[in-house]
């Protein structure tokens, strides 16, 4: 994992429960299909002015079962450029397969005390966020080594890619032998 | 140790034997994608490899947007065409209706398979026996590129109804029910098993309409274990299967138990599918809108269940009903046996088989402080159009009986 993967620092934009992927990225925009186009209307309907005053590197906190609904990886797609985690007590399990696929960091972590524009240092190699504003710390549960592995190569294509290679230099390795 | 049915499925596909909460790596039978997840994945599969691992597994239709209701649209199909072409799969292009129907009425779903779809109801299938399953763009392009994909076994609820259903009450009221009562993440990531006595007595269609909603309360895939009806629906499309797959007696799972003839009819309010109400709660309250459509409810007996209602009957003055059969052969049986006939009469208007109002990316879309009755399967905000409008959810009787008085109306007083 590389520095910048492991730390992100940024602010906080607070939902509640069961924000759901029409409200993520509506379905009149499922035509577009790069970052860039759906991110201008992230969350159109439930915040309008997200997608012109997200920051770079700002972070998403939610409550129970965030990205709820669809299976449109649109919904992860449109968050990927500009946000840097999403931080969810829990999170509904199409979005958080589709997040780790495309290497948009999600953790799950109990998110009742954080507020909207806090500032947050996330630190995934130590497990840890802590809460600038607040002055607090919390600690995030870990993942299953598979999952890991996925998010440290970037996503599912580079972990596949990377192990497709790996097999093909151990199947020459075997041929020389 | 006995075995559910989708630990089973999934040791079969992985190889070995597999329990719930171990990952796995798993053969996909089939794959389906459409016109909105489909570009995506495609471009995945082409960063991996450049081709397809087993051109005929993998299915290929436009529900969506179709016929094309916009330039953006139009180019998705026109590069999905070109794929299909290219790679040599079937593509049933905008020919014949919405996605998850057809695949189970062409015979694409056998009992004991593990299928993937790029889209969320493809849990669908799990009503002929299937661990169905919709998964995202990045996931589809990794298993056209390799046949294979990673799972968490999951564990199993099994939700057994028994009894009659009273009358104008259905599959859908159970589902509602059902979702109700445990919520929105009331089965995150597991397997929902639908069973008892209520269920062995529904026919595929209905058994559909169940299995269409279990991503509605979190799950990863719902399912029937297959029986009489299953072999009967699927000898009729000349595919044969396991007809023997069921949950061991002694398999680790939670069961929730329900008795069908307690249940009454039920809508869901704005903006979530667990805010389920009996319509007596929301009788006489205002719609603009009625549709009757969708992978939930467009089957042949959905339309049925509602042209019984409209038959004689018209439309109340100021709402609009829009009837979407599911697909190009449930079309066609409404249309041989009198059903288009009641519904054009009746003043609604009927629409070629698609998704059609149902994700709001289309037509049918409701405008600001509009309301939409409708038998599909989500109420979240701006999911059918304006995030100012309100969807309720409820069965196709009593989207019909609601369209003829005008506002939400008990199917039962029809
Ligand atoms: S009918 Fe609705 S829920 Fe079903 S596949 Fe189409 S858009 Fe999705």
Known sequence: MTRSKAHITGRVWKFGDNVDTDAIIPGKYLVLNSSQDLAKHAFENVRPNFASQVIKGDIVVAGENFGCGSSREHAPLALKDNVGIVIARSFARIFFRNAIDIGLPVVECDTTEIEDGDILHVDLEKGKIYNETQKKEYTISPFPAFIRNIIEAGGLVPYIKNRAQLKSREARELETD | MGQTIAEKILSNSAGRVVTAGDFVEAAIDVAMIHDITGPLAVKTLYEITDRVW?????????????????????????????????????????????????????????????????????????????????????????????????????????????????????????????????????????????????????????????????????????????????????????????????????????????????????????????????????????????????????????????????????????????????????????????????????????????????????????????????????NFVGRQGSPWASVYLCSPATAAASAIDGVIADPRTH
């Open chain 2, 54 to 378: 087993d051109r005929t597994k993998v299915i290929m239709l436009f529900d969506h947007q179709v016929p094309a209701d916009s330039v953006d649209a139009a180019i998705n199909h026109l590069e999905l065409r070109k794929f299909a072409k290219r790679e040599g799969i079937l593509n049933y292009d905008v020919q014949e209706g919405v996605c998850h129907q057809v695949m189970v009425e062409k015979g694409h779903v056998l009992p004991g398979e593990l299928v993937i779809g790029a889209d969320s109801h493809t849990c669908t299938y799990g009503a002929v026996g299937a661990f169905a399953t919709g998964v995202g763009s990045t996931d589809m392009g990794v298993a056209l590129a390799s046949g294979k994909l990673w799972f968490k076994v999951p564990d199993t609820i099994a939700f057994n109804v028994d009894g009659k259903l009273a009358r104008r009450v259905y599959a859908k009221d159970i589902i509602l029910t059902i979702i109700g009562d445990v919520g929105i993440n009331g089965a995150t990531y597991k397997a929902c098993e639908f069973g008892g006595e209520t269920v062995e007595h529904m026919d595929i269609a209905n058994r559909m309409t169940l299995c269409n909603m279990a991503v509605e309360m979190g799950g990863k895939t719902g399912i029937v274990a297959p029986d009489e009806a299953t072999a009967v629906f699927l000898e009729e499309r000349s595919v044969d299967g396991d007809f023997t797959l069921g949950s061991d007696e002694d398999a680790t799972k939670v069961t929730r138990r329900y008795t069908a003839s307690e249940m009454v009819p039920v809508v869901a309010k704005p903006h979530q599918v667990d805010n389920v109400v009996p319509v007596t709660d929301v009788e006489g309250y205002h719609i603009d809108q009625v549709f009757i459509g969708s992978c939930t409810n467009g089957r042949y007996e959905d339309l049925k269940a509602a042209a019984e209602l409209l038959e004689g009957e018209t439309v109340a003055r100021g709402v609009r009903m829009i009837v979407v059969p599911a697909s190009r052969t449930e079309y066609r049986r409404a249309l041989k046996t009198g059903l288009i006939d009641i519904f054009t009469d009746s003043g609604a208007l009927v629409e070629a088989p698609c998704c059609g109002p149902c994700m709001g990316g289309s037509f049918g879309i409701l405008g600001p402080g509009e309301v939409g009755l409708s038998t599909s399967n989500r």
